[in-house]
């Protein structure tokens, strides 16, 4: 394949989050919440995750699948440093993103030597590397975040800005309302603050409808 | 190997090798290279017993045998340094979890094959 060729398949966003949900309830059947996607990917999917020194420092990189499909490689100061525990859970459930989607793609792939696949990943055009790692990072947001337990969440966010005696914002200014909520809901899902405030935009789950 | 029998009765257990790392109070980044076989497991006695113990094999048992035999053989069969081309084009990606959301640059890429050539 040419990296010309290399293009990623276009399907509707509600599949991409039904396939989220699916695979949620197969590997994570309690629902418990922030979900533990390093349990799931070492203990369920029996994946490796392998811990190296300097790749985010050196690279830029933090976390990435391997293209022989058997686990993830993470970088080991940022993975190990429970600061970044969100962006964590994130990036696995993003490379997860990866591992269910593009599978196929993955298995097409092969080089001969690092600089056959230096080139070719240099080459990848950029709209398609972008629409790659868009569905990934819509799968992780729907995997991390169900919807139902969301929407439940949203409506508590409500009340206390309600009880706050803040009504007017919700009528006046509802467009700063996402915000408040993200702040209220995010350590439920164990996600930062933009994933809470993206699953409210682009599910439509604020303002009502 | 020691690695791989290890590696099946911690997964069996349902524990991560973050969660194992910290209860045996060894560095992850080693302990996932003894469960590849690329770096040597350790040989001294208390560490031992305390990883028989983390895994749950009873002391003294003929499976603790077993593990302190596989441990001992392990010491000696460590490949050479040398990672082959293969083995690093089999780790690369295809995409990367960048704090910028963007492709690597030309130079990151070659940072990453030095990496992975040095790291696994």
């Known amino acids: 394949m040419e990296p010309s060729d290399f293009s990623c398949r276009r399907c509707r966003i509600t599949d991409i989050w039904e396939l989220a949900d699916q695979k949620r309830a197969l590997l994570w059947p309690t629902g ?9 990917i070492e203990c369920q999917l029996r994946l490796d995750i392998d811990w190296v020194h300097g790749l985010l420092q050196e690279a830029d990189v933090d976390a990435f699948l391997k293209s022989d499909l058997t686990g993830f490689i993470v970088d080991y100061d940022s993975y190990m440093n429970d600061k970044f525990e969100n962006r964590r859970r994130f990036s696995y ?8 989607l593009h599978e196929d793609i993955y298995r097409e792939m092969k080089f001969e030597s690092p600089e056959e696949w230096k080139h070719f990943v240099m080459d990848i055009p950029d709209r398609e590397y972008v629409a790659f790692e868009f569905q990934a990072n819509e799968f992780a947001g729907r995997f991390l975040v169900p919807k139902p337990i969301l929407e439940i969440e949203i409506d508590k966010a ?8 803040l009504s007017d914002i919700l009528i006046k200014n509802a467009d700063v309302v996402s915000p408040y909520i993200a702040a209220y809901v995010h350590k439920k899902f164990g996600v930062s603050k933009d994933v809470i405030e993206r699953r409210i935009e682009r599910e439509g789950l604020w303002p009502r409808k | 190997m020691f690695g791989a029998y290890v590696k099946e009765k911690r997964l069996g257990r349902g524990i ?7 209860i045996i109070n ?27 113990e983390a895994l749950n094999i009873e002391y003294r048992s003929h499976e603790w ?20 081309d293969e083995q690093v084009v089999k780790s690369l990606p ?17 940072t990453l094959i030095k990496i992975l050539k040095r790291e696994r």
Not at chain 2, 16 to 22: A, G, H, V, W
Not at chain 2, 27 to 48: A, F, M, V, Y
């Open chain 2, 16 to 22: 991560t090798l973050r969660e194992f790392s910290k």
């Open chain 2, 26 to 52: 060894y560095d992850p980044s080693n302990w996932s290279k003894i469960e590849r076989g690329t770096l040597s497991p350790p040989q001294d006695d208390e560490k031992l017993t305390r990883i028989a």
């Open chain 1, 158 to 165: 409500i009340d206390v800005l309600i009880g706050e005696g």
């Open chain 2, 94 to 110: 295809l995409f990367f979890r960048t704090v910028r959301s963007d492709k690597p640059t030309e130079e990151e890429l070659d």
């Open chain 2, 65 to 84: 045998q077993q593990f302190i035999d596989e441990a001992k053989i392990s010491a000696g069969m460590i490949p050479d340094d040398i990672v082959s």
């Open chain 1, 93 to 100: 459930a993003h490379e997860l993103g990866h591992y269910f």
């Open chain 1, 32 to 40: 418990e919440l922030p979900i533990d996607v390093e349990k799931i």
